[in-house]
């Protein structure tokens, strides 16, 4: 469970170098915030930013951008970078709503988004809520290039299928899908793991994934 108030979180966050405290601001304006024109790829929901700061470590000519709701957990991912040895330049980190994404980056500024382990909101009343309703593709719809993708990963069997049915209806294509990421071998090419892929495949469950685009 995540612990939603660590005491001066918020504080730490507004202060630190690597996170940025009105995003709204830089809309459009993303590569003045890194200083050059390197694709940027999002991850929303990135907990305690295992999976983004492993990927902006790899690839130093992509400028990667976590979403995080809760300061609690965000400010983990910032003390994850503090502990780095090498400064990780092309990472930024935002504590924000992922319904608000559409006013921090503009049209076709995104290359890619993640989305791993997103809180399955499971009643159906909530079903709007899931980062795979046809309500936020539409709004991945307005940011992403016109070829960009966006990459779902899950352990749970019910939002999986839910995505797999959804994902279509928003006019989107799924051009790929594995119930069992670690066992096939194309899919699982390159992975990187989160904190919970981790603790859910050391525990015998299957990692799901899918790759979408429009």
Same mark, same amino acid.
Request: net charge negative.
């Given at each position: ?9 918020? $504080? ?5 170098? &690597? ?17 050059? /024109? ?7 929901? &990135? ?6 700061? #492993? ?21 983990? #991912? ?19 709503? #992922?319904? @608000? ?14 989305? @791993?382990?997103? /809180? ?16 936020? &593709? @539409? ?25 797999? $049915? $959804? ?12 119930? /069992? ?11 990187? &793991? ?10 015998? @469950? ?5 790759? #979408?685009?429009?």
């Amino acid at each position: 469970m995540r612990l939603r108030n660590v005491p001066g979180s918020r $504080e730490a966050i507004a202060e630190h170098d &690597m996170a940025i405290n009105e995003p709204q601001e830089y809309k459009g304006k993303w590569s003045e915030v890194f200083g050059n /024109d390197n694709p940027i790829r999002v991850e929303i929901g &990135m907990g305690k930013g295992q999976f983004i700061t #492993a990927l902006a470590k790899q690839n130093p000519d992509i400028n990667y951008v976590g979403i995080e709701k809760f300061s609690s957990v965000l400010i983990r #991912a910032l003390q994850r970078l503090e502990n780095e040895e090498e400064e990780v330049k092309n990472l930024r980190f935002i504590r924000m709503d #992922a319904e @608000n994404i559409e006013s921090v980056f503009d049209t076709c500024e995104v290359d890619r988004i993640y989305l @791993n382990f997103s /809180d399955p909101w499971p009643k159906d009343r909530h079903a709007k809520r899931r980062l795979t309703s046809v309500q936020f &593709m @539409n709004r991945y719809n307005n940011i992403l290039k016109s070829d960009g993708v966006v990459e779902f990963k899950t352990d749970n069997d019910l939002l999986f299928e839910f995505s797999l $049915e $959804e994902i279509p209806k928003a006019n989107w294509e799924i051009v790929n899908h594995t119930f /069992d990421l670690h066992n096939n071998e194309e899919m699982c090419q390159g992975n990187v &793991m989160t904190e919970y892929e981790e603790k859910f495949s050391s525990q015998g @469950n299957p990692i799901h994934k899918l790759i #979408a685009r429009r």
